[in-house]
């Protein structure tokens, strides 16, 4: 193998190295990602600090991006080099073919992101949702109690108020009206 190496020009030994570690360290991104390591971010965006963003943007100079520029332009040089083309056509090709590469790299992840769902309740998505009492609610909100309410495809309990002349008893079905504070929901009996 030393041998081998040693009868190329730099030009293509450059190619070499910049293609077997960017293989290396794409390889492990990759397993990573799909493992679910990879989310620990090595995307270092101004994503991490802000509450909701409503979602991340498309990105292109992510450091998995760039890792699939050289691994590509590593590969794509030598496979130039090998079929006998100049040093500039060998560049201009793959210079190309890694911005390509560097592109569907991260429309990937991005499109990968937004497959992803948060678990973040929204507590606006609770009202109007019908549910059931599960700790007695107190009328006239003299007493808090829980509700079981299925919102965002989760099954929660949610601590509830009432306006209603009467206790709101375990097991009778309510309305939730209006999100009172960040966690308490203000509900009213169904109306039969």
């Not at 193998?1 to 991104?29: D, N, P, T």
């Not at 107190?138 to 309410?149: H, L, N, P, T």
């Not at 008893?169 to 203000?186: D, N």
Request: hydrophobic content about 50%; proline content about 1%; overall charge negative.
């Amino acid at each position: 193998m030393k041998e081998l190496f040693a009868e190329m020009s730099s030009f293509e030994q450059a190619y070499w190295i910049i293609a077997l570690v960017g293989s290396a360290i794409f390889l492990v991104i990759f397993l990573l990602t799909f493992i679910g390591g990879g989310d620990a971010d090595m995307d270092a965006d101004a994503s991490d600090f802000e509450v909701d963003d409503g979602g991340v943007g498309f990105q292109f100079f992510t450091f998995k991006g760039i890792i699939a520029f050289f691994t590509i332009f590593g590969w794509s040089g030598i496979t130039c080099l090998n079929n006998g083309l100049t040093t500039t056509s060998t560049l201009i090709i793959s210079t190309i073919s890694g911005i390509v590469m560097m592109i569907l790299t991260s429309s990937l992840f991005y499109w990968m992101h937004k497959l992803a769902e948060s678990g973040t309740l929204k507590m606006k998505n609770a009202i109007g949702v019908i549910c059931e009492v599960y700790l007695p609610i107190g009328a006239k909100r003299s007493k808090m109690g829980k509700v079981q309410i299925k919102v965002q495809g989760s099954l929660r309990e949610l601590e509830a108020i009432t306006d209603e002349l009467e206790d709101l008893k375990t097991g009778m079905m309510v309305k939730v009206t209006k999100i009172v504070s960040a966690e308490i929901l203000l509900v009213e009996k169904l109306s039969k």
